[in-house]
């Protein structure tokens, strides 16, 4: 199980009409939701992966104490969810680096994981793997094989592999249909289709595969009265507020019909160094 630690208008999808200096004069509401869903995973005995903003850090360092408080495994998910795609190496760098220092700084333990906002490590910015293991990162969740207008690496491995950078990759499961892969791994799919067929799809990766599957979502999928942003695309705005008012019901029935643990837990046997 994880989570994708940011607020409503940090999403890729707005990201044309909410500038970063911005963020300060917009309602918090990260903050709520996460405790939200730390309350849910306490009452069904579920350890997850917060992949976090360092800006969420920043402005919610209590938050991040009672993450790691609550046996959960803290993870980075950059500073300024800036798509590694639109940066720079060097930009890459301070952005991650600034990141993991905050989280590292407000929890007391070592970040091991990283993942990529809009899942963008492809083709053509793999030096962000030298990068994340220059900075001391034990493994990435950074891609998505599938075909998507936004992000997407379809030829890429499908499952946990060893980067030749000397780090972990851990992709979003799909599953294969038609010679094509499909995405099952949560976010807008999820919160699109009824869960009985979400369900019935992750049954046939665990029919099909000998692999662990994971899930992922934000804290803002479950915050259907959050503020309406104006200037979006329609498309834009038909992804991101979906089905919000349905979505907690259908996290409190994914986390009473599968097991779940951290990353760490399910694909290092042997646990990682704090």
Known sequence: MTVDVEDYFHVSAFENVIKSKDWNNLPLRVEKNTYRLLELFELHHVKSTFFTLGWVGQQCPNLIKEIVAQGHELASHGHTHQRATQMTPEQFRDDVYRSKSILEDCSGNKINGYRAPSFSINENNEWAYEILKALGFTYSSSTYPIEHDLYGVPDWPRFKYDRPEGIVEIPVPTLRKNE???????????????????????????????????????????????????????????????????????????????????????????????
């Open 180 to 274: 094509q892969n499909i995405g099952i791994g949560g976010g807008g799919f999820f919160r699109l289709y009824p869960y009985w067929y979400s369900k019935r799809r992750i049954d046939k990766f665990h029919q099909q595969e000998s692999q662990p599957y994971s899930f992922y979502f934000h804290p803002w999928e479950i915050d259907p009265k959050q503020p309406k942003i104006k200037g979006a695309s329609a498309r834009s705005k038909f992804r991101h507020y979906l089905n919000l008012s349905r979505m907690e019901d259908k996290i409190v029935r994914l986390l009473d019909d599968y097991q779940w643990s951290t990353m760490e837990q399910v694909y290092f046997s042997n646990g990682l160094d704090k």
